[in-house]
């Protein structure tokens, strides 16, 4: 409880993206677009994570002892992804820290990689980051280790993973403007809470996905949006999430239970400064 209040007090304190924290988003955004197109199996999602050329090394060790390293160029992962799997190659993160430098990026992050739910191995990942002439991130490294054994996996983590996961979902939901995406992380009970004019409104979730627009906005590319935190305690969490667009700039609270094993938005509040 004191972290999610610390953290809520300096919420209120944080002002509209810098350049410099912008990169950072974009870079985590870069990372959870390959996580999420594996566990879909999108070989093109992934594919774009990429930039030509981009090397894949894993690095552990032989049953002696011995340092070994294994490097592969790209295409044979993209591959891979976009194969039939008779389970989703679903790999968590977290501890994520991204540095940026001018035009480099480098992030670190802890990984459990699973198959469905079923533990397959953990480790820690490492991407290179080069932000090219168009202005996208791309990769242009991905490093890992493994290991089968000596993962002292905390179930908080795994499950802060989870929930960033599933609000992605409504991010996406405002990215294309289509209501499936949020209809996947709403429970049908949940309702949205806002303030205007010193007035209390409400509305059901039903109604506000049957609103989607069904397509993105004009200004989409020039609209900016992720999740800043993620707290979470047992079957409970909650998360704050930045909507920075042209003329707004809205920040949303969510409140989510894991239901049925799948985490749900049950409740969301949410500000909104023209």
């Known amino acids: 409880m004191s972290r999610f209040l610390a953290l809520l007090s300096c919420a209120f304190l944080l002002l509209p993206v810098t350049a410099q924290d912008r990169s950072v988003h974009e870079v985590r955004a870069k990372i959870d677009q390959m996580f999420d197109g594996m566990r879909a199996g999108d070989s093109t999602a992934v594919r774009d994570v990429f930039a030509p050329g981009a090397r894949l090394v894993s690095s552990g060790n032989r049953p002696d002892g011995t340092p070994v390293?294994?490097?592969s160029?790209?295409?044979?992962?993209?591959?891979?992804?976009?194969s039939p799997q008779d389970r989703a190659w679903n790999e968590k993160i977290w501890n994520v820290e991204i540095d940026v430098q001018d035009n480099l990026a480098s992030a670190w992050m802890e990984y459990a990689f699973f198959l469905d739910e079923d533990f397959s191995h953990c480790g820690v990942n490492h991407f290179q980051f080069a932000r090219n002439s168009e202005g996208a991130w791309k990769a242009i490294a991905l490093a890992d280790t493994r290991a089968r054994e000596a993962c002292d996996l905390d179930p908080v983590d795994l499950a802060t993973s989870e929930v960033e996961t599933a609000l992605r979902h409504y991010l996406r939901g405002h990215a294309t403007g289509d209501g499936s995406h949020h209809e996947m992380v709403f429970n049908p009970v949940a309702?949205?809470?806002?303030m205007r004019d010193g007035e209390l409104n409400t509305r059901s979730s039903e109604a506000y996905i049957a609103g989607a627009s069904g397509s993105p906005a004009d200004n989409e590319s020039d609209r900016f949006r992720y999740v800043d935190w993620v707290d979470v305690s047992g079957d409970a969490a909650v998360g704050?999430?930045?909507?920075?667009?042209?003329?707004?700039?809205i920040v949303d609270y969510m409140s989510l239970l894991k239901i049925d094993g799948r985490w749900q938005i049950?409740?969301?509040i949410f500000s909104v400064e023209n």
């Open 73 to 82: 160029d790209i295409d044979g992962f993209v591959t891979a992804v976009g």
């Open 69 to 71: 390293m294994q490097a």
């Open 191 to 194: 309702s949205l809470y806002w």
């Open 266 to 268: 049950v409740n969301k």
């Open 240 to 249: 704050r999430i930045v909507l920075d667009y042209p003329g707004a700039y």
